[in-house]
């Protein structure tokens, strides 16, 4: 088992030598430290953990974000972090505020285990990652227009009636496999045909904003 | 001109007048102009989701330069679930079924693992016969996952043989799991504080005949593979990852360690007392397809070693209890359940009501066969979990598929696909 003792992670003092204010709170759960991060600076902090000498936390473990029961508490988006070196890890977290816009800057420029990991929190969370290369959807398809399944609004069975799902299953163009950014590569976009064009250029398959 | 002939030109278009065949150019359309550079402009290929070399729903759309891939763009999502949001719909024992049915080639782990994210959560310590048990079934599960990879890659390369070895002993361990839980998938053999029953009888002895006779099957697949001229030609220098990119891919298990980094959690934060347990953690040194191999060939046999030290454990802890003593986790015994009122209510309270952690959260990272599974648990008092997150290691490893297939062969797709290792049943939950 893990270490089961309360221990306060080494890199909280120093973090907050460097951050300051940004540094909102710092919680000890299971022996696990979470260190809770303002919105603006996160990107800072994380790029800070990566590279200062004796943080060193090079492996990003996980992305997720977390949506209490209670609607008035903020969503919370979770880095896991860990340095392979010095075999530590540290929580940290930002709180983004539901009436607040869910956006925080994307991490992919400081990992590229990110890409995929952030594509999935937008699809599940709809949190958007500023700065993400290519954030659309990974798990749901692309026109799935049901909103956001991990979040606490969203009912177990989903939004739409079995029926209404059925419906749209049914009416859903099958010829449209690939999307646009696909498509324009092979440059067999002008040769389709042109009903299906139409449809795609309307964006009913493809890109989300 | 002969009717003959007439008809000939008639029925059959290549053939001119005099019954000579014409020659016809190949793929162009009205024969006017210069044919058309073969490669020169890009092609879309569509591969899966259902094609038996992409393990599973994945779907690959490689844009393709003649044979080398300059983009390979992967579609998921065709098997998702919707699993962590069922986990917050559930109590926690209850979700332990539903860890099964996400790497389903290796459910006895990924049980083990929730099992410890909830313990980690309550703050139990389980004793030490469940953990000798946990360990077999972890290792049990490495040894099957690594089988099933073994032998379906050998035939995505074309060799036929080695599938057969493998699924043969893949067998003989999924009848010791029947043997243990009853069924041969859908394990569900842990419970939070414990585990769903003890092993039977035969069961040690079923193990111990099974470490002796495999590392045969191990030594035969080396014979036929490690050396042989087609399988080098195939997987060296294929799909190469460096240390770094490894490690800022955020990989996982055999993919990191064969690109050099000696990372295994097993070692580095051990759990379960792997420390006390004599093993080696077999590192690659290029990161290739052929590296993939030789690490996770390796691995079957170290997991031998381990699981024949757990036998000596095992029969050293015989009749020791399974369960911690926890009244919070564990249910009465059924006798006196039948028969004592205290015992009774705890009984129906803990079933109906089911365990309930304290407000906390906790992530437990463990190692499995297809890298570091991680479950992370927020709960917020009550008996169901605010968030249950699976950190999925195919998932996070299969991101790194068009970094690997960037400038490799079509042919080489589906040997870096099948190195990844991957369960679609964990990379869309």
């Known amino acids: ?209 | 001109m002969s009717l003959r002939t007439v008809e000939m030109a008639l029925a059959t278009p290549g053939v001119d007048a005099e019954g000579r065949p014409l020659r016809v150019p190949l793929g162009a359309g009205d024969g006017d102009g210069p044919l058309p550079e073969p490669g020169a402009e890009p092609m879309l290929v569509n591969i899966g989701p259902q094609h038996p070399a992409t393990h599973g729903v994945l779907r690959l759309v490689l844009e393709l330069e003649g044979e080398t891939v300059k983009r390979c763009i992967p579609h998921i999502g065709y098997l998702h679930s919707g699993f962590e949001k069922l986990g917050e719909y559930r109590q926690y024992n209850q979700i332990i079924p539903l860890t099964d049915r996400t790497d389903y080639l290796s459910p006895m782990a990924n049980n083990v693992c929730l099992a410890m994210a909830a313990e980690k959560l309550m703050g139990i310590e389980v004793t030490e016969r469940c953990r000798v048990l946990r360990v077999i079934a972890c290792e049990m599960s490495r040894i099957i996952s690594h089988l099933v990879w073994l032998g379906t890659t050998g035939i995505d390369l074309g060799a036929y043989t080695p599938f057969l070895w493998s699924f043969q002993e893949r067998e003989r361990v999924y009848n010791l799991q029947e043997m243990w839980t009853g069924a041969r998938l859908t394990t569900s053999v842990t419970r939070v504080g414990g585990l769903m029953a003890d092993v039977p009888d035969g069961f040690a002895a079923g193990l111990r005949e099974f470490t002796r006779t495999f590392p045969k099957t191990l030594s035969e697949v080396d014979t036929m593979f490690t050396r042989n001229a087609i399988w080098i030609g195939r997987t060296q220098g294929v799909g190469a990852l460096t240390a770094e990119e490894a490690i800022n891919y955020s990989l996982s298990g055999p993919m990191l360690r064969a690109s050099g980094v000696d990372y295994d959690v097993r070692k580095d934060r051990p759990y379960l007392d792997y420390e006390t347990y004599d093993f080696d953690v077999p590192v690659g040194e290029h990161g290739d397809v052929y590296d993939r191999y030789r690490v996770r060939l390796e691995e079957m046999g170290q997991s031998n070693r381990i699981l024949e030290q757990a036998l000596d454990r095992l029969a050293r802890l015989e009749g020791a209890p399974i369960n911690v003593d926890d009244p919070r986790v564990i249910l009465p015994p059924k006798a006196l359940a039948m028969s004592d009122m205290e015992s009774m209510i705890h009984h129906f309270k803990q079933v109906m009501e089911g365990i309930k952690p304290p407000a906390g959260e906790a992530y437990v990272g463990i190692e499995n066969p297809k890298g570091e599974l991680g479950y992370y648990f927020v709960s917020d008092g009550t008996a169901k979990p605010v968030r249950w997150r699976i950190r999925p290691p195919s998932f996070i490893n299969l991101a790194s598929l068009p970094r690997m297939c960037e400038g490799a062969l079509l042919s080489d797709v589906i040997a870096i696909n099948a190195s990844v290792d991957i369960v679609m049943g964990e990379v869309d939950r």
């Open chain 1, 1 to 209: 088992m893990t270490a089961r003792a309360p221990v306060l992670s080494p890199s909280v003092t120093p973090l907050r030598a460097e951050f300051g204010a940004a540094i909102t709170r710092h919680v000890v759960s299971c022996g696990d430290t979470i260190v809770h991060v303002d919105r603006e600076r996160a990107h800072d902090v994380l790029a800070w953990l990566k590279d200062a000498p004796g943080q060193e936390f090079n492996y990003l473990t996980d992305i997720t974000a977390v949506e209490y029961r209670d609607p008035e508490r903020p969503l919370q988006v979770v880095w896991q972090l860990r340095s392979l070196g010095r075999k530590a890890d540290l929580r940290v977290k930002v709180e983004l505020d539901q009436a607040g816009p869910l956006e925080v800057r994307s991490v992919w420029d400081l990992w590229r285990g990110a890409d995929w990991l952030e594509r999935e929190v937008y699809d599940m969370f709809g949190i958007v990652f500023a700065g993400h290369p290519d954030l659309r959807r990974i798990l749901m398809w692309e026109t799935y227009a049901e909103g956001y399944p991990l979040r606490k609004n969203f009912p177990l069975r989903g939004h739409f009636s079995r029926s209404e799902q059925t419906r749209q299953a049914l009416a859903a163009n099958p010829e449209a496999h690939y999307s646009l950014e696909e498509l324009s590569i092979a440059e067999a976009y002008q040769e389709l045909p042109a009903d299906m064009r139409a449809r795609l250029a309307r964006g009913e398959r493809g890109f989300l904003k």
